[in-house]
Nanobody, 126 residues
Framework: QVRLVESGGRLVQAGESLRLSCAAS????????MAWFRQAAGQEREFVAG????????EYADSLKGRFSISKNWDGNTVYLQMNNLEPEDTAVYYC???????????????????WGQGTQVTVSS
């Protein structure tokens, strides 16, 4: 099992920046990809960004490229989501996800991940 704990979500003003963190623990040696998804109230969960732990490979939702950036720490067990120039439309619960298999590419579908965190609320006021 892999345990994921997100942190960093809070209320911010439009135009501000925020960095989310996701710490993975447990049987992380089988985990290759980690990602951020988000779900706004009344909407479906959507892919935000993902990264491979053992390679320099990232994926982003097209609509968020340039504003959001995903990175990892030295051992790949912590990933970060840097969000700049936040908009009210970015308001959502942000979830961290991890898979349990070797990956050549970052999965962008939620079905590609076996482990999920509890989520952290990001609220952007106008």
């Amino acid at each position: 099992q892999v345990r994921l704990v997100e942190s960093g979500g809070r209320l911010v003003q439009a135009g501000e920046s925020l960095r989310l963190s996701c710490a993975a623990s447990g049987r992380t040696w089988k985990n290759d990809a980690m990602a951020w998804f988000r779900q706004a109230a009344g909407q479906e969960r959507e892919f935000v960004a993902g990264i491979l732990r053992r390679a320099d490979s990232t994926e982003y939702a097209d609509s968020l490229k340039g504003r959001f950036s995903i990175s990892k720490n030295w051992d790949g067990n912590t990933v970060y989501l840097q969000m700049n120039n936040l908009e009210p439309e970015d308001t959502a619960v942000y979830y961290c996800a991890a898979n349990n298999k070797v990956s050549l590419r970052v999965p962008i579908a939620g079905s590609g991940y076996e482990y999920w965190g509890q989520g952290t609320q990001v609220t952007v006021s106008s």
